[in-house]
């Protein structure tokens, strides 16, 4: 298990089912979403910036045949590619 915090992400276990979004998230994406319909938030990693990588957020209106693993809630699904 690994634990990791910051102001708007909370990772609390580094197995593929388990993502945690903090309340802050989730009101933040729910504002977000009013003004672009969407049902999907999709998470991602690429490589470039100073490490290396860098993490990608976008909205979208479905998952991709490419996503590896789609996790429904109540308001969207989060896709991570």
Do not use: W
Not at 4 to 22: E, K, N, Q, W
Not at 25 to 33: A, D, E, N
Not at 44 to 59: D, E, K, N, P, R
């Amino acid at each position: 298990m690994m634990r990791f915090s910051r102001r708007f992400a909370t990772l609390v276990s580094s197995s593929p089912d388990h993502i945690v979004l903090t309340p802050n998230c989730v009101s933040r994406l729910l504002k977000v979403t009013e003004l672009k319909p969407t049902k999907y938030l999709r998470l991602a990693v690429q490589g470039g910036g100073c490490s290396g990588f860098s993490y990608v957020f976008s909205l979208e209106k479905g998952p991709n045949d490419d996503d590896m693993y789609v996790f429904p809630t109540s308001k969207f699904s989060i896709a991570v590619l």
